[in-house]
């Protein structure tokens, strides 16, 4: 897993986010999702750390990205 691999920053988000750093475990997603912009579940995790943070209106965003590539509850 080197440093450009989309699971290896989405792994490395989700540790931030069990700690808290939410804000460090978005670039991280975005750098997931930079390589794999398909990738439902970093879009749903990420809008989960926007959420956490309050920005809701950024969250919807991407729970709404993360439905239309086929994330269901």
Same mark, same amino acid.
């Given at each position: 897993?080197?440093? %450009? ?33 398909? %990738? ?7 809008? %989960? ?25």
């Amino acid at each position: 897993m080197g440093p %450009n691999n989309s699971d290896a920053w989405a792994a490395k988000a989700d540790i931030l986010c069990s700690m808290g750093m939410y804000e460090i475990a978005i670039r991280c997603r975005d750098r997931s999702l930079a390589i794999n912009p398909d %990738n439902m579940l970093t879009w749903m995790t990420r809008g %989960n750390a926007l959420k956490a943070l309050g920005r809701t209106t950024e969250a919807e965003v991407d729970f709404t990205k993360a439905k239309e590539l086929g994330y269901t509850s």
